[in-house]
């Protein structure tokens, strides 16, 4: 079978005992940088061997991984940092895993855009995790989609598109749209500001250098009701 393994997103504490276990008991550990996977690792006294799965390899490999997988062999995913599938390697790997009848399970645990949704303040009941937007093709049309949400929507961005990214938001969804950005989670510099969509321009703009991954929490459309309705 297959195990999808989370891993810490910073603070190498946020596994679980039980992704420990798996990790030590799989005949083989897929990663997604085994370089960054071996910090982990050694860190946990884990001698399980590696073998790269990323985004580059992983449509030539994943037909060998499946016959792995079905002589019997147990194999987690872990990706460098979060859920596998959340905006990195693992669907293609699940989706052919599904297909072939081999067993695959999910273990809960560390993903970037949890923590960032509810610490943000913003409305959490219901939300749209939208991820990576496009950097060229398809963002413009993305970005009017999701203005017109009436609900939160979650974002990934690098650090030094961040301004961009808020700046095109302004322009779509408007300079009083509250959004939350959310940077080095689970660090010693971790930080979450919740503000006007100008106002993290302007916040961000004048800080020093952006680092860390970023998670931009936005809130969603207020559908203003029409005269008469309930």
């Known amino acids: 079978?297959?195990?999808?393994?989370?891993?810490?997103?910073?603070?190498?504490?946020?596994i679980t005992l039980r992704a420990l276990r798996i990790l030590k008991e799989v005949d083989l550990i897929l990663a997604e940088d085994t370089r960054t996977s071996k910090k982990?690792?050694?860190?946990?006294?884990?001698?399980?061997?590696?073998?790269s799965y990323h985004a580059h390899n992983e449509h030539a490999v994943?037909?060998?991984?499946?016959?792995?997988?079905?002589?019997?062999?147990?194999?987690?995913?872990i990706t460098d940092a979060g859920?596998?599938?959340?905006?990195?390697p693992g669907f293609l790997l699940t989706r052919a895993c599904v297909n072939a009848n081999v067993k695959v399970e999910c273990l809960p645990g560390a993903t970037a855009f949890v923590p960032a949704l509810v610490t943000s303040g913003l409305p959490c009941d219901?939300?749209?995790?939208?991820?990576?937007?496009?950097?060229?093709?398809?963002?413009?049309?993305?970005?009017?989609?999701?203005?017109?949400?009436?609900?939160?929507?979650?974002?990934?961005?690098?650090?030094?598109?961040?301004?961009?990214?808020?700046?095109?938001l302004i322009e779509f969804c408007g300079p009083d749209r509250l959004a939350c950005v959310c940077r080095e989670l689970s660090k010693m510099h971790e930080e979450c500001i919740t503000?006007?969509?100008?106002?993290?321009?302007?916040?961000?703009?004048?800080?020093?250098?952006?680092?860390?991954?970023?998670?931009?929490?936005?809130e969603g459309k207020v559908v203003k009701k029409k005269r008469g309705d309930n």
């Open 126 to 168: 219901k939300f749209f995790f939208e991820g990576f937007l496009p950097h060229k093709k398809g963002r413009q049309t993305r970005l009017i989609y999701l203005s017109e949400l009436p609900y939160t929507f979650v974002l990934y961005e690098s650090p030094h598109r961040l301004i961009k990214c808020l700046n095109q």
């Open 1 to 14: 079978m297959l195990y999808l393994v989370p891993t810490p997103i910073g603070n190498l504490e946020d």
């Open 40 to 51: 982990l690792l050694l860190h946990y006294g884990i001698e399980t061997p590696l073998r």
């Open 62 to 77: 994943v037909t060998s991984i499946i016959e792995q997988l079905q002589n019997g062999q147990t194999l987690a995913l």
């Open 195 to 218: 503000k006007s969509l100008p106002e993290l321009v302007e916040y961000f703009d004048t800080e020093k250098k952006v680092r860390g991954e970023i998670v931009i929490i936005v």
């Open 83 to 88: 859920t596998p599938g959340i905006s990195d």
